[in-house]
Structures are given as C-alpha cells and as structure tokens.
C-alpha cells in the first residue's frame, strides 16, 4: 500500500510534466501500463520511451489532478485532465479516470 506522500509526490511530478521521470522514478521493474482499447505495454523502458514519444510530438502540455485522489488499500484512482497541443498544430483534450495498482511504493499497473 502507497503512502499518501509517495502519491501525493508522483502527482506533483505528472503535473510538472515530468510524466516520463515519474514513469523511472515511481513504476515497478514489471509494471504495466494500458489504454482504453489498446494492448498493454510493459517494462519501465517500453512505458518511458512511449511518454517521451507523446511528450516530444507536443509543443505544449498541461497536466492537472482534479482532486482528490482516492487510495484504498493498494488500488489509487486519479482523475486527471490532459491538454496537449502538438507540433503541427493539432491539439487534444484527455479527461481521464486513471485506475492503478501498486505494490508497496510502485505503480505495478496502470
């Protein structure tokens, strides 16, 4: 079970846009991670390099945590809003409930 700070600080790091370091710092060796309709990807080096990718097409992101973040025993939803504008222009609004379990301090899924 997550403590509340350790969440409270992968929050913080999301919502700075570091979504790619908190992928390193807060997510198990084995995590996995999934979208609505799409495969899982697995493995911190899939996962990171798959938000770098995001992060790079984007010339601006903004990441907010509408609060609060609900935490029962090993099971934390986060409701967040994503706004990105991307390189050529497009842009893309992403409200999220993000459903994750963790094993002591790791995001093991996503």
């Given amino acids: 079970m997550p403590k509340r700070e350790t969440v409270e600080a992968f929050v913080a790091m999301v919502e700075s846009n570091?979504?790619?370091?908190?992928?390193e710092k807060f997510y198990a060796e084995d995590a996995s991670m999934q979208e609505n309709g799409a495969p899982a990807r697995s493995g911190p080096d899939l996962l990171v390099a798959h938000e770098r990718k995001v992060l790079a097409a984007a010339k601006e992101v903004r990441s907010q945590c509408?609060?609060?973040?609900?935490?029962?025993?090993?099971?934390?939803?986060?409701h967040w809003i994503f706004d990105?504008?991307?390189?050529d222009g497009k842009t893309l609004h992403v409200d999220e409930l993000a459903h994750q379990t963790w094993r002591g301090e790791q995001v093991l899924r996503e």
């Fill in 18 to 23: 570091q979504h790619d370091l908190a992928i």
């Fill in 66 to 78: 509408v609060r609060p973040v609900l935490i029962d025993g090993d099971t934390v939803v986060i």
């Fill in 84 to 87: 990105f504008v991307f390189r």
